[in-house]
C-alpha cells in the first residue's frame, strides 16, 4: 500500500536562505510523485511532477525535487527563499492509475521570515 | 489556462439542512473530483467523476452524494449537513482518460469553506 509522509508540519526560513521540505513515501511499484502548493485563499497549484523520468525534477517558482529511491523520499528545495513562497505545500504519491490511489500529505506550512 | 470555479467560496448552514457544493470546469476535461481538506489531514478524496453520469466514490464517501449531468459540472451533495462536515471542500478536474489517472496533474478550484452549525 501507498503513503506518503510530510516530516515538518511547519517550517520556517529567513527570505534569502534555502528551502528544504521533506517527504518520505511508500509504495508497492513504482511511483508517481508530485508537489502541489497552496497559496492563502487558492486552489493548490502544482509545483512538480516525477513520473520516472530524470530523478531530479525542476519545477516552477525555481523550486525542484530529487527522487531517491534507496531513501524513498522526495524532498523538495528552493537555493533562496521568496517572500511568495509562503504557502501550503503538499507531497502526492501515486503508484497505480485510478483516482483512489492518489494519497496527499498532510501539508508543511512554509513561513518565510524578512 | 484551465479555470475550475467553485460558486462559493464561504457558506454557512445548519445542522440537517440539504447542501450543495457547485463546480464547473471550463477545459472539457473527462474527470472531475470532489476533496475534503482538514488542518492535519492533507486532502481526501470523497468521489470522482470521469464521464457524465459515471461517479465513484472516494475515500471518504459516508454522507456524501455527487452528481454530474453536464462535462461541465460537478455537484457535492451533502444530503442532511452534520457538525463533522464543516471543512474546506476542493473540487478538481483533469483530463487524461481514466486508464492514466494518477499519472498527470490536477487542476483545482479555489475551495468553498463550509461551515455548519
Known amino acids: 500500500a501507498q503513503s506518503v509522509t510530510q516530516l515538518d508540519s511547519h517550517v520556517s526560513v529567513s527570505e534569502g536562505t534555502p528551502v528544504l521540505l521533506r517527504c518520505n513515501y511508500s509504495s508497492s511499484y513504482s511511483p508517481s510523485l508530485f508537489w502541489y502548493v497552496q497559496h492563502p485563499n487558492k486552489g493548490l497549484q502544482l509545483l512538480l511532477k516525477?513520473?520516472?523520468?530524470?530523478?531530479l525534477v525542476k519545477g516552477i517558482n525555481g523550486f525542484e525535487a530529487e527522487f531517491k529511491k534507496s531513501e524513498t523520499s522526495f524532498h523538495l528545495t528552493k537555493p533562496s527563499a521568496h517572500m511568495s513562497d509562503a504557502a501550503e505545500y503538499f507531497c502526492?504519491?501515486?503508484?497505480?492509475?485510478?483516482?483512489?490511489?492518489?494519497?496527499f500529505g498532510t501539508g508543511t506550512r512554509l513561513t518565510v521570515i524578512p | 489556462d484551465v479555470k475550475v470555479t467553485q460558486s462559493s467560496r464561504y457558506l454557512v448552514k445548519r445542522t440537517g439542512e440539504k447542501v450543495f457544493l457547485e463546480c464547473v470546469q471550463d477545459m472539457d476535461h473527462e474527470n472531475m473530483f470532489w476533496y475534503r481538506q482538514d488542518p492535519g489531514l492533507g486532502l481526501r478524496l470523497i468521489y470522482f467523476?470521469?464521464?457524465?453520469?459515471?461517479?465513484e466514490k472516494g475515500d471518504i464517501p459516508e454522507g456524501y452524494s455527487v452528481s454530474r449531468e453536464k462535462k461541465e459540472r460537478f455537484s457535492l451533495i451533502l444530503e442532511s449537513a452534520s457538525t463533522n462536515q464543516t471543512s474546506m471542500y476542493l473540487c478538481a478536474s483533469s483530463s487524461l482518460p481514466r486508464a492514466y489517472l494518477g499519472s498527470e496533474k490536477l487542476f483545482f478550484g479555489s475551495g468553498t469553506q463550509l461551515s455548519v452549525l
Open positions: 516525477y513520473t520516472s523520468a530524470a530523478t
Open positions: 467523476s470521469y464521464d457524465v453520469k459515471m461517479k
Open positions: 502526492v504519491v501515486s503508484d497505480i492509475s485510478g483516482a483512489n490511489n492518489l494519497f
